[in-house]
T-cell receptor, first 113, second 112 residues
Framework: GAGVSQSPSNKVTEKGKDVELRCDPI?????LYWYRQSLGQGLEFLIY????????KSGLPSDRFSAERTGGSVSTLTIQRTQQEDSAVYLC???????????FGDGTRLSIL | QQQVKQSPQSLIVQKGGISIINCAYE??????FPWYQQFPGKGPALLIA???DVSEKKEGRFTISFNKSAKQFSLHIMDSQPGDSATYFC???????????WGLGTSLAVNP
C-alpha cells in the first residue's frame, strides 16, 4: 500500500539489548515524526525530520535514544541498552510538509523483558 | 504538566446519539488542532482538524467546535454508530515543525 510502513510490528527483547525500529514514510513526504505511545499516557513526541534540516530532537527522553533519516526517506529509531520503561508502541508519521496532516503507521510494539 | 487536557476518559453512547469529547489547552502559541481516531492495533488516523481563525468545522458526522478565548475545543460525533467505537485523541501543534502535543485519549463505545 501507499501508507507509512513500520517494521517490525512487534519486538520482544531483553533488558540491556539494543533495538532498531524502521519507518518507511509515504513517498514524497518531506516531514517525518517519531512518537511513543505508552499505556494510558497518550502519545509523546520524540523527534522530527524535515528535508535536509537539522532534526528536532527535543523529545528524546535520554541519550540512549537516537534516530536518523537516510536519503530523506527511510528512518531508523535506535534504543541502546533498553530498559523496561522503554516498553511502548513506537509510532512513525509522515507529512507532505510540516504544515500538512500527519499520517501514521501502525507502530512497533516494543516489549522489554 | 499536561498541556492538552482531554475529557472524558471514557464514554458510552447509544446508537444514533451524539458523542461529545472536550479538550483544553494552555499554550496560546498552538495554531493547529487535529482530532485522531485510533482502533486497537492500528495507528491514529486523522479525522478532522481546525485552525484558530475558525470557530467551527464540519465534515460529515464529525464537527469540531473551537473557543479561542476559553482555549477549548471539542469533537461532536452526530448519529453515532457502533463502527465509531474507538479511542479518540485531540492534539495541538504550533511552530515550524508542528510536533503534536496529545491529550490522553477518550475511549468511545457506541452500543447497538
Amino acid at each position: 500500500g501507499a501508507g507509512v510502513s513500520q517494521s517490525p510490528s512487534n519486538k520482544v527483547t531483553e533488558k540491556g539489548k539494543d533495538v532498531e525500529l524502521r519507518c518507511d514514510p509515504i513517498s514524497g513526504h518531506t516531514a517525518l515524526y517519531w512518537y511513543r505511545q505508552s499505556l494510558g499516557q497518550g502519545l509523546e513526541f520524540l523527534i522530527y525530520f524535515q528535508g535536509n534540516s537539522a532534526p528536532d530532537k527535543s523529545g528524546l527522553p535520554s541519550d540512549r535514544f537516537s534516530a536518523e533519516r537516510t536519503g530523506g526517506s527511510v528512518s531508523t529509531l535506535t534504543i541502546q541498552r533498553t530498559q523496561q520503561e522503554d516498553s511502548a508502541v513506537y509510532l512513525c508519521a509522515s507529512s507532505l510538509a510540516y504544515n500538512q496532516p500527519q499520517h501514521f503507521g501502525d507502530g512497533t510494539r516494543l516489549s522489554i523483558l | 504538566q499536561q498541556q492538552v487536557k482531554q475529557s472524558p476518559q471514557s464514554l458510552i453512547v447509544q446508537k444514533g446519539g451524539i458523542s461529545i469529547i472536550n479538550c483544553a489547552y494552555e499554550n496560546t502559541a498552538f495554531d493547529y488542532f487535529p482530532w485522531y481516531q485510533q482502533f486497537p492495533g492500528k495507528g491514529p488516523a486523522l479525522l478532522i482538524a481546525i485552525r484558530p481563525d475558525v470557530s467551527e468545522k464540519k465534515e460529515g458526522r464529525f464537527t469540531i467546535s473551537f473557543n479561542k478565548s476559553a482555549k477549548q475545543f471539542s469533537l461532536h460525533i452526530m448519529d453515532s454508530q457502533p463502527g465509531d467505537s474507538a479511542t479518540y485523541f485531540c492534539a495541538a501543534g504550533a511552530g515550524n515543525n508542528r510536533k503534536l502535543i496529545w491529550g490522553l485519549g477518550t475511549s468511545l463505545a457506541v452500543n447497538p
